[in-house]
Nanobody, 117 residues
Framework: QVQLVESGGGLVQPGRSLRLSCAAS????????MGWYRQAPGKQRELVAT???????NYADSVKGRFTISRDNAKNQVFLQMNSLKPEDTAAYYC???????????WGQGTQVTVSS
């Protein structure tokens, strides 16, 4: 069984930064994609950023140039550095892990990010 645990959310003023972390435990297959998604109240869950086990990254247009995704394969962790935060970044942020070959997908419980003055 795979478990994902996020941390690092909170309340921050516009223009400030936050760093989210996600730790995966269990049987982690080496070829995978880890990522961050977010869901604001009344909206659908949307992609924020993903990173493959080989290090290839993908970002939503709304966060390009402000957010950076990274990972530590040895520790099965993924991070999201969020700079220049805006009120529209307010959402619950979810960690995601997908095993490429089997297409198994796992989600964390979510961590709340609120950007407000």
């Amino acid at each position: 069984q795979v478990q994902l645990v996020e941390s690092g959310g909170g309340l921050v003023q516009p223009g400030r930064s936050l760093r989210l972390s996600c730790a995966a435990s269990g049987v982690i297959r080496s070829i995978n994609v880890m990522g961050w998604y977010r869901q604001a109240p009344g909206k659908q869950r949307e992609l924020v950023a993903t990173i493959t086990s080989a290090g290839s990254t993908n970002y939503a247009d709304s966060v390009k140039g402000r957010f950076t995704i990274s990972r530590d394969n040895a520790k099965n962790q993924v991070f999201l550095q969020m700079n220049s935060l805006k009120p529209e970044d307010t959402a619950a942020y979810y960690c995601n892990l997908v095993f490429i070959r089997s297409r198994e997908a796992y989600w964390g419980q979510g961590t709340q990010v609120t950007v407000s003055s």
